[in-house]
């Protein structure tokens, strides 16, 4: 116990990077990070060569660099994936206070073209009318006998500037 | 000073509890998932300092991760229809059958008749048994579900029973040993469990090709090694105090000789069993439920009377152990659906940057080892966090095969660190002949055994096979 004790707090202390800053309005701020997600995928087949899915995951998102808007998310996605058109899908992040940010993710999503931009559409909080961009690719995705999925993207490289800040220090 | 420490251990758990629920929520974890955090590591480390036991332990923590809105009934509740929780009840159950039958004691007799010279003896041939069956058993739990009445019969019939205080050794000795040996067999072999061939696709998706054959032959020094000293090893941490039986297996020679033919009930026992260790074995070429399988075999040893209702009603413990198994296994769950062990993996990895790589190494398998109490399953682990570590791992220049091969190997031999660490490992813990305190006990020096003889032993064997 005190081994699980020592590695969650190893785990869970105070992030090696300085703390995350909120910007300066309208200046744009670049981070990078990882996504570890895990859910389920619900496959539908329209014919032998098409195939459409209703993805539902969540999981941690963990950003560095010193732009990143926060340390990180738990990050939940909803998202139509179809073999001929690709995915889109609107995730919302959530950070240890509550915040979040809100944003809408397209893309391939085939095993060959394995890529997908977000774009950031405001949230709540320190994030509210925050605006940017972000892209990723999963490094896996593995289904489990029961249907659930489990992945993770290492290469998530984006952007975002903070919105106004309103009288009274809200931003908007 | 033993009435003060009888008031304050059962103050220890709610004092862990609120001091992590009201601690500052580190920056990238919501909320819920750190208020569950402190109720399952309050929860754990009640069972450990004795405070509870382990069923108040989890009805507690239950109804606080409700009640207080951290988790929804539903989620909290989804270990009660978890297919490999309910195979650990209904394996225990069945395993009542080949006692009752008469089967388990002519098992024993046949037990001690061979190896029966020694308690090492018998550990020896039920861990070398395991080791040769656990390639045809994808479902490491299902093969508990084989070994375990075999060991309660050899335990009931050298006159070790649980409420025995010191009469219970030897069969805490066997129960503990074979449980441990299961994590061995499950790290020798590619398909002795399903979470090995989960690994082996993350191990692929980072270009790292694993096959059955050099799989074996990576796992063959280092877990043959660990099955060799395992039942030397526990005999020093839980002596069975039954010494060398020289005149053992000639007596049971001669009773079992007197036992005459299979009875009725017998009979069907050992074809229901042969039946449903065939539905095990074949159960992914034939697309087989093995819970279900379980449950067939039970339903026919109700109809045919071998088990019966009364029979049903006196396993208390089972009842017991459904439910606190279910809500541990349902929270533990949680804890990586909401984010916690997947941050705290990404975050225990990414600050150990700097290192030499074989510091490094040493270090993430360790870590991925000691992290596993946090978890009761093995593939919610690999799939959680295995992929992590080995990328991290080769980024930080650990060759990729050795990362590999030793993340791999631990996803399996880390089940004996808890009772809770791996299904299978129920059946044997519920038995009774072990307290929690010593499960866990146990459980960490034989861990922290097998840890070091894949690092010493097994680092430079694989780092040889895969040049």
């Known amino acids: ?172 | 000073m033993t009435r003060l420490r009888t008031l304050i251990k059962p103050a220890v758990p709610f004092a862990i509890a609120l001091g992590i629920w009201f601690a500052p929520i580190p920056a990238g974890l919501t909320a819920p998932a750190w208020h569950l955090f402190a109720v399952f590591v309050a929860a754990i480390a009640s069972v450990l300092i004795g405070a509870f036991p382990i069923l108040t332990d989890a009805m507690i923590a239950v109804g606080v991760v409700v009640l207080t809105g951290t988790i929804t009934p539903a989620q909290a509740f989804s270990g009660f229809a978890n297919t490999s929780v309910l195979l650990v009840v209904i394996a225990f159950i069945v395993a009542q059958a080949v006692v009752k039958s008469g089967l388990g004691r002519r098992i024993s007799l046949f037990m001690v008749s061979r190896f029966g010279g020694s308690s090492l003896g018998l550990a020896y041939s039920i861990a070398l048994t395991d080791a040769a069956i656990a390639p045809a058993f994808p479902s490491n739990t299902a093969r508990g579900g084989v070994l375990f009445p075999i060991v309660l019969s050899v335990s009931k019939g050298a006159g070790s029973n649980p409420d025995d205080p010191e009469g219970r050794r030897l069969g805490g000795y066997l129960m503990f040993c074979t449980m441990a040996s299961l994590a061995l067999s499950s790290a020798l072999w590619l398909t002795a469990t399903s979470a090995n061939p989960i690994g082996v696709q993350i191990a692929q998706k980072l270009g790292v090709e694993i096959g059955f054959g050099n799989w074996l032959l990576a796992a063959s020094v280092p877990a043959l090694v660990a099955i060799g000293i395992l039942p030397l090893l526990v005999a020093k941490l839980f002596p069975p105090r039954v010494g060398a039986t020289p005149e053992a297996p000639r007596a049971a020679r001669a009773e079992l000789a007197r036992a005459g033919p299979l009875s009725r009930d017998e009979w069907i026992t050992a074809v229901v069993f042969a039946v449903m260790v065939a539905g095990w074995v074949l159960a992914d070429r034939l697309k087989l439920n093995v819970t279900s399988v379980a449950f067939m075999g039970f339903g026919v040893l109700l109809v045919t009377g071998v088990l019966t209702i009364e029979d049903i009603a006196e396993q208390g413990d089972t009842l017991a152990t459904f439910l606190w198994l279910a809500v541990l296994f349902a929270l533990s769950g949680q804890l990586n659906e909401l984010g916690f062990m997947s941050y705290a993996g990404e975050r225990l990895a990414t600050r150990l940057g700097g290192l030499s790589w074989p510091a490094m190494y040493v270090t993430l398998v360790s870590l991925y080892v000691g992290i596993h109490y946090m978890f009761v399953s093995q593939s919610s682990q690999v799939l959680a966090l295995l992929g992590v570590f080995l990328d991290v791992g080769i980024r930080s220049g650990v060759p990729a095969p050795l990362m590999a091969y030793s993340l791999l190997f631990a996803s399996s031999y880390f089940s004996a660190i808890t009772p809770q660490g791996g299904s299978q490992n129920i059946i044997f813990a519920a038995s009774g002949y072990l307290t929690q305190r010593e499960l866990y006990q146990l459980g960490f020096f034989t861990t922290l055994a097998f840890l070091a003889v894949f690092l010493v032993i097994g680092t430079p064997w694989v780092l040889f096979v895969t040049r």
């Open chain 1, 1 to 172: 116990m005190v081994v699980a004790m020592a590695i969650a707090a190893g785990a869970c202390g105070p992030a090696t990077e300085p703390p995350a800053s909120v910007a300066p309005p309208g200046e744009w701020r670049e981070f990078e990070g990882t996504w570890n997600a895990t859910g389920t995928r619900h496959t539908i087949s329209l014919g032998a060569d098409r195939k459409a899915a209703v993805l539902d995951l969540t999981g941690t998102m963990l950003l560095a660099g010193k732009g990143r808007p926060g340390v990180g998310f738990r990050s939940e996605v909803i998202a139509l994936s179809d073999s001929a058109t690709g995915l889109i899908g609107r995730s919302v992040w959530t950070d240890e206070r509550g915040d979040q940010v809100y944003s809408e993710i397209k893309g391939e999503g085939t095993a060959a073209r394995n890529r997908f931009e977000g774009t950031i559409l405001g949230g709540t909080g320190r994030y509210a009318g925050a605006t940017g961009t972000y892209q990723f690719s999963w490094q896996f995705v593995l289904e489990a006998e029961d249907g659930s999925i489990q992945g993770r993207a290492v290469d998530i490289k984006g952007r975002v500037r903070p919105g106004q800040t309103e009288p009274g220090g809200v931003r908007q």
